[in-house]
C-alpha cells in the first residue's frame, strides 16, 4: 500500500502537505461563516496561536449549514456571499481555506475558491456529492458518516477515485452509539489509513450529543482533550477542531465548538503527541502485530 | 484400455478465459466470490491491469480463512481480494506437455493451475477434469 501525501493550497497561500511521517496539520475555524468581520478576527486569532504553536492550517468555515436540527436555526450566510469571505481570508491571511457543500450544484464554486472542498458525514456515501467533489479538482476532506463502519469508508473512496480524483483525507468525527450520542472507535483510524490516504480525527464534531436538546445538537467538551490526545497517537496526520472567541453567540454548534481560549494548550499537546509517535516509528518501526498468527 | 496421449499441450485443453473467474487486483472479496459462484469453478484469478496474474483465490484457501478471521463479515467483504489470494502461485505455460501439467498437480494436491505465457500474462486456467479426459481419450 503506497501511502499518500495530499497538498492543499494553491495560488499564494501556504501550501499545507497531509500524511505519512508529514507534521500535524489543524483543520479549524468557526464552524458557520458568521460576518466577514468576525471571520477576519478567527483567521488572526488563529493563525496567531498556530504560528505560536508551530503548526500548520487550514481556515474552516462553511457558508450553508444544511444539517441543522430546527428549521429556525441560523442556515448561512449564502454559497456566494460566503465564498467572498472565504477568498478575501485567503488573500488577507495566506492561509488555506475549506468548506463544506450540501448540495453537489455548489461544487464547482466551492472549488474554484477553496483549496480544500469538504463532505459533510451525512452525505458520505451520495455518489452525486462524491462525484462533484472530485470534479473540483481539490483535496477532499471526506468525513466517515456517523452510521458508516470504516471500512466501508472503502467504497465512497473507490467513487471518488472512479471521478478522477485521488487526494482524499478521511475523518472520524464519531459513530452512533444508540441514539443521540456518539462513540469514537480508534480503530477506524488504522482501518481507514489501509486505503492508503492520510486520516484526519475531528474532535469537536466527536463530542456531539446529536439532536439531545430536542431541536438542536449537546455537545460534552470537557472531554476533547482525552479523545485528541488518544487520535493523534493512533496516528492521524490532521487534527480538526471547530474553535470560537463566543461559543454561548456562535450562530452553528454552540454546544460544541471550542472556545478560543483553549486552543493553544490542545494544539501544543496534539503536536507533542504527534511528535512522539514519530519518534516511536524510527525507534520501534510500523506496527506489525498480525490478526492471526 | 485406455491410451495415454503424451502429445497433448496444455493449450489444446485449457479453459479459455471467457469461462475462468479472472477479476482486477482492486476488486473486493465478496465480487470474488459472487465470480467465482457464476462461473461455477473453485478458484478466481487475479491479474494487474496488463493481465499479468497476481495471485489466486481458492474454494480451500477460503474455507481456512473463513476459521481464522477475526473481523466482521461486513469488513472482510469489503477487503481487495488480493489482499487474501496467495501470491506467486504455481503456474504453468501453454506449450507444456498435459502429462506434465497433470503430474504436478497431482504431486501438489491442486485441481486447477493457472496458464501464464513468457511474460506472466494470463492466457487460461488448466481445471483437472478437462485435462485427465484429454488424457483418456474421452470426448464431451
Not at chain 1, 471571520?39 to 505560536?52: H, L, P, Q, S
Not at chain 1, 456571499?81 to 468548506?99: A, M, N, Y
Not at chain 1, 478560543?260 to 490542545?266: K, T
Not at chain 2, 487475479?46 to 476459521?67: A, P, Y
Request: aromatic residues 6%.
Amino acid at each position: 500500500m503506497v501511502k499518500k501525501i495530499l497538498e492543499v493550497g494553491y495560488g499564494s497561500v501556504e501550501k499545507v502537505q497531509i500524511g505519512d511521517r508529514l507534521p500535524l496539520v489543524f483543520i479549524g475555524g468557526p464552524c458557520a461563516i458568521e460576518t466577514r468581520g468576525h471571520a477576519f478576527k478567527m483567521a488572526d486569532e488563529i493563525g496567531k496561536i498556530c504560528r505560536r504553536v508551530g503548526i500548520s492550517w487550514i481556515y474552516k468555515s462553511c457558508f450553508d449549514k444544511d444539517c441543522r436540527s430546527s428549521p429556525d436555526s441560523f442556515h448561512g450566510i449564502g454559497m456566494h456571499e460566503g465564498l467572498r469571505v472565504l477568498s478575501d481570508v485567503r488573500d488577507e491571511f495566506g492561509v488555506p481555506v475549506v468548506s463544506d457543500f450540501s448540495d453537489p450544484a455548489w461544487g464547482k464554486a466551492t472549488g474554484e475558491v477553496c483549496d480544500m472542498v469538504q463532505v459533510p458525514a451525512y452525505l458520505c456515501r451520495q455518489t452525486s456529492m462524491l462525484r462533484a467533489a472530485a470534479q473540483t479538482g481539490r483535496p477532499i476532506h471526506l468525513k466517515k458518516g456517523q452510521f458508516m463502519s470504516p471500512w466501508n469508508m472503502k467504497n465512497s473512496v473507490r467513487k471518488i477515485e472512479a471521478a478522477g480524483n485521488h487526494q482524499v483525507l478521511l475523518a472520524d468525527r464519531g459513530t452512533f452509539f444508540g441514539y443521540n450520542m456518539l462513540v469514537n472507535d480508534m480503530t477506524c483510524f488504522p482501518i481507514m489509513a489501509a486505503t492508503g490516504y492520510p486520516v484526519c480525527f475531528d474532535a469537536t464534531h466527536s463530542i456531539q450529543l446529536p439532536t439531545s436538546m430536542g431541536n438542536i445538537s449537546g455537545g460534552q467538551r470537557q472531554f476533547i482533550p482525552h479523545l485528541v490526545r488518544a487520535a493523534v497517537a493512533c496516528g492521524v496526520n490532521a487534527l480538526f477542531m471547530e474553535a470560537h472567541d463566543d461559543p454561548d453567540n456562535a450562530l452553528s454548534d454552540a454546544n460544541t465548538v471550542l472556545n478560543l481560549r483553549y486552543l493553544e494548550n490542545i494544539l501544543g499537546q496534539a503536536k507533542i503527541v504527534h511528535e512522539m509517535r514519530l519518534e516511536l516509528l524510527d525507534k520501534f518501526g510500523e506496527d506489525n502485530v498480525h490478526p492471526e498468527k | 484400455m485406455f491410451t495415454q496421449k503424451n502429445n497433448i499441450l496444455v493449450r489444446d485443453v485449457m479453459m479459455s478465459l471467457d469461462r475462468v473467474p479472472v477479476i482486477g487486483e482492486s476488486v473486493i472479496f465478496k465480487e470474488a466470490l459472487e465470480e467465482m459462484g457464476r462461473k461455477r469453478l473453485g478458484i478466481a484469478c487475479v491479474v494487474s491491469e496488463q493481465k499479468r496474474l497476481k495471485g489466486i483465490l481458492t474454494d480451500g484457501d477460503i474455507r481456512r480463512m473463513l476459521l481464522r478471521v477475526q473481523k466482521p463479515f461486513s469488513a472482510f467483504f469489503v477487503d481487495d481480494a488480493l489482499d487474501h489470494a496467495i501470491q506467486s502461485p504455481l503456474t504453468i505455460e501453454p506449450a507444456h506437455t498435459l502429462v506434465h501439467a497433470v503430474r504436478l498437480m497431482d504431486e501438489k494436491h491442486i485441481w486447477d493451475l493457472p496458464v501464464v505465457d513468457g511474460a506472466g500474462v494470463l492466457v487460461g486456467l488448466l481445471h483437472l477434469h478437462p485435462a485427465v479426459e484429454a488424457l483418456l481419450g474421452i470426448e464431451d
